[in-house]
């Protein structure tokens, strides 16, 4: 029974042992995309992710819009971490087009930055939680989200997409009595993050599911090309901010969170960490920001890039996001590439889930810390 | 706030009210007058005044109101009367939707919301009534490729199981719908058809996810099904009985979770699996298997499955509290019925009315009654509050749990039981006695 098949094509032979799960696009446990798993019993056999349900070409948008005109539309891929990925592309403009920042514009931007990592993180924690059929770890970080989109909202008027930062510095002042707000509420979520460690990250449950699941080694992690919460729980001390210090992160006091032991757990709490390092960051950050200047330098009107190329990458609350940007004399830029954490941290999902209970499916999905959109671009 | 409706005619609005009067009394002679003839007929009615009471001459308590009271009464002692009212599925039914408006109520504090707060005046309190009528409305959708009948009779099935496990809870003395005298096994026998309901109608609904689900429960539920019998050995050694109204009157001086706690905590366990709760709702996985054995049903279906599980909860919580919590034994708290009422009627001005047929209830019952619910109630509290605080756990630890560690607990607690019992410090003839 030879039948002629095209070339290139073949009959996939199925084992009657194995089950084959189209985990999403339609799927309370995926995000927008699909992971293609097979199952023998309870077990991964394998695990295909395939990506790519939400691709919106930023890139080649970018390519037909001058560089203030880019602004609004790259935040689009992490609306969550709206200022975190357009620092790395304010950064290169910067450095394109030659602009100096004011020092208080510096300060300002560090602060929005680490207060919408902790928005994304929150964000994050909350999934995990549901992911972990935790109802209550989604019910309060999706509330306490609520404290640093109030304190972005009064910086820059809008709750979620914010395009806060542009190249020169940002958009307009910090409103007046801010600096006391920003202290209180930060304070405050101090102490809420504290309940957040006894209500889940100390569960015996919540220990016994993720500990020594999904272990990612400290040569894998480098071998695969991982990059943020996801290396630094597999004990690279590799973070953007100390390694290559850009803004004023080097005056700045704070560490990087690092974890040796690579499982689940450690990648579902390096985030949480680091969101206490925010705090101090934000803290630090309002003692010693200048209390008055200039925000923002004024760029050319259609100001274009020498022929040049530039390439600045920052910590996001994913990894490292770098914009590479090549300028061809011209008011819109030549090529845009967008590098990002969740990309780089989705080739390691199927090293780690083959083998893998499907239980322990969701915590290493969700603790790869990888957003589909942003993946997508 | 409120206003008139700007088209408000009170000629349309008088018009409306004889087209209800209407309506309404063309369905009561057509529906409700047949109805209670039926019902009539197979009413054991009494004898008042040494009048034999038939049926017709039964309805003239429209005219003669000091009839009502004893017709009422004797209804209350028809076997209808305990299964569809008390202590069968209406009470049972009422408890269960006070339980779901609870729970959403307690989780929503834990998780610093509010819950269900605009539908109703206070609280949100009619909240489980709209999502009823949103169920009932919505569209029932079966997959194409399911095996029909089975996938259809599986609802059905659920809640006529969480049925029969509610009529063999006794509520107060004397009210119980079913007694057998093997009431504990006939208990085991009901928990026993779950599992075959989750499979089959998962297997039914060709779905791979219902499929991983129905077998997930299967495993549970069987996994935890010993440990659940055997928790409860210890009980029927001390009791000497296996009758559920006897467990309880044996409990007059003590509870036997004082002498057994070990058997009331790997109970308690094996009831949040049994009922697929959290932290073991692994057949209802929605971030792995989306809705478990659940997911294809949609509408009415779901609606009475979802009774179902409320049913099995308030079962589940009657029977922990009757097995260890001593039931309905309880310090007499209820209020006496007043005598005079009694025997010299009430009098209002110059009438004095006299009621044959008071009182409705007698003290014990209500007493029994009282602290029966408030224990039942304490239960499922506990049994709700995990929901809050822990993740899902996978399923080797939920299988491992239950073979390993609650059977050798429930071994452990059968010895101290056997210990008590030949020490002669309880059981038939025991000192504590």
């Known amino acids: 029974m030879t039948t002629q098949l095209p070339p290139g094509m073949h009959i996939e032979t199925v084992d009657e042992k194995i089950m084959t799960l189209n985990v999403g696009p339609q799927h309370p446990g995926s995000g927008h995309m699909r992971l293609i798993i097979k199952v023998d019993g309870d077990y991964i056999v394998s695990c295909d992710p395939d990506p790519g349900y939400v691709h919106r070409g930023e890139e080649k948008m970018a390519e037909y819009r001058n560089y203030i005109q880019n602004i609004p539309h790259l935040e689009r891929p992490v609306i969550h971490d709206s200022s975190n990925i357009l620092y790395p592309y304010c950064l290169s403009v910067e450095e394109l087009l030659g602009i100096e920042v004011p020092e208080r514009a510096k300060y300002i931007r560090v602060i929005a930055a680490e207060l919408n990592r902790c928005i994304y993180i929150l964000y994050w924690l909350a999934i995990y939680g549901i992911f972990m059929g935790h109802s209550t770890m989604f019910m309060w970080p999706a509330g306490d989200r609520e404290l640093f989109i109030d304190l972005l909202e009064a910086m820059s008027g809008a709750r979620v997409t914010h395009a806060y930062l542009v190249p020169g510095g940002v958009r307009n002042d910090l409103p007046s009595n801010f600096e006391e707000r920003c202290l209180r509420q930060v304070e405050y979520f101090e102490k809420r993050l504290k309940e957040y460690e006894a209500v889940f990250y100390q569960n015996p449950l919540l220990k016994a599911r993720t500990e020594g699941s999904g272990i990612l080694s400290r040569t894998d992690a480098i071998r695969l090309g991982t990059t943020g919460s996801v290396l630094r729980a597999s004990g690279v001390d590799f973070d953007v901010r100390k390694k290559e210090p850009y803004d004023v992160y080097e005056n700045l006091d704070f560490q990087s969170i690092v974890m040796k032991e690579g499982d689940s757990y450690a990648r579902s709490r390096v985030p949480y960490l680091e969101m206490f390092e925010s705090c101090r960051i934000i803290k630090d950050a309002l003692r010693k920001m200048p209390k008055s200047g200039s925000v923002r330098t004024k760029l050319k009107p259609n100001p274009k890039g020498g022929n040049d190329e530039v390439y600045r990458r920052i910590e996001s609350g994913r990894g490292a996001i770098g914009y590479y940007i090549v300028s061809n004399n011209r008011p819109e830029p030549y090529r845009v590439k967008i590098s990002v954490g969740s990309f780089r941290n989705l080739i390691c999902m199927p090293y780690l889930l083959k083998g893998e209970k499907l239980g322990n499916m969701p915590a290493v999905y969700w603790g790869l810390n990888y957003w589909p959109v942003e993946a997508d671009r | ?433």
């Open chain 2, 1 to 433: 706030m409120s206003t008139i409706a700007p088209q408000f005619r009170l000629s349309r609005f008088i018009a409306s009210l004889f087209d209800l009067i209407f309506w309404v009394l063309l369905i009561f002679s057509l529906v409700g007058l047949p109805i209670v003839f039926i019902v009539l007929f197979y009413i054991k009615l009494p004898v008042i005044n040494g009048q034999f009471m038939t049926p017709y001459l039964a309805l003239t308590w429209m005219a003669d109101p000091s009839r009502t009271l004893p017709i009422v009464k004797s209804f209350m002692h028809t076997t209808i009367f305990r299964v569809m009212a008390f202590p069968g599925f209406g009470f049972a039914a009422l408890l269960a939707a006070a339980t779901i408006f609870v729970e959403r109520k307690f989780l929503a504090k834990i998780q610093l919301r509010v819950g269900p707060l605009y539908c109703g005046k206070i609280e949100g309190i009619l909240q489980l009534m709209g999502d009823g009528f949103k169920l009932m409305s919505k569209e029932i959708i079966i997959p194409a490729k399911a095996d029909k009948p089975i996938f259809w009779v599986g609802p059905l099935l659920f809640v006529g199981t969480a049925g029969a496990f509610v009529s063999l809870i006794p509520v107060a003395p004397g009210w119980v719908v079913a007694n057998p005298n093997v009431g504990l096994l006939a208990v085991f026998a009901v928990i026993g058809f779950f599992p075959i309901i989750a499979v089959l109608t998962a297997w039914a609904a060709n779905s791979k996810w219902t499929f991983i689900g129905g077998l997930r429960a299967l495993h549970q539920m069987v996994a935890f099904e010993i440990p659940l019998i055997l928790s409860l050995l210890g009980v029927v050694i001390l009791s000497g009985s296996l009758n559920l109204s006897n467990i309880v009157e044996s409990q007059e001086h003590f509870w036997w979770i004082t002498f057994l706690p070990i058997g009331a905590i790997v109970f308690f366990i094996t009831i949040l699996a049994e009922l697929e709760r959290v932290p073991f709702d692994l057949p209802e996985a929605e971030s792995e298997i989306v809705a478990g054995w659940l997911t294809e049903f949609s509408g009415m279906m779901y609606g009475l499955i979802q009774l179902g599980t409320y049913l099995k909860l308030y079962a589940f919580a009657g029977l922990f509290t009757v097995l260890f919590l001593g039931g309905w034994n309880g310090p007499m708290v209820w209020p006496p019925f007043p005598q005079d009422i009694i025997t010299h009627g009430i009098t209002i001005g110059p009438v004095t009315a006299k009621f044959p047929g008071l009182p409705l209830f007698d003290q014990d019952m209500l007493n029994g009654t009282l602290w029966f619910v408030i224990k039942t109630v304490g239960v499922i509290l506990l049994i709700l509050l995990p929901r809050g605080v822990f993740p899902r756990v996978r399923i080797d630890m939920i299988l491992h749990t239950g073979w390993y560690k609650l059977i050798g607990l429930a071994f452990v607690n059968i010895f101290i039981a056997l210990g008590l019992l030949y020490a002669g410090v309880l059981g038939p003839g025991g000192l504590l006695h």
